[in-house]
């Protein structure tokens, strides 16, 4: 299932590159839809937060396999 959604992910992406061929991304998209820079501000602060929560999620889980044991027990840190 997320194969699929990452595929749907990355043809939209494809299409939202090849309509505006400039960087921006989803925020150029959102100004050009909506016509109101609050809008594609949002946006564009909305796509940092997401990819800053993603760093964080993936620091956690790492940080969580270094503390386990392969038998289960913690570590500690």
Known sequence: MALGLALLT??????????????GGAALLAH??????LVSFLVGW???AAGVTSVA?????????ETVNRDGTSRGL
């Open 32 to 37: 050009r839809a909506y016509r109101s820079d």
């Open 10 to 23: 990355a043809a939209s992406y494809v299409e939202l590159v090849t309509r505006f061929p400039r960087a």
């Open 57 to 65: 999620g993936l620091a956690v889980a790492n940080l969580a396999e």
């Open 46 to 48: 909305c796509g940092i």
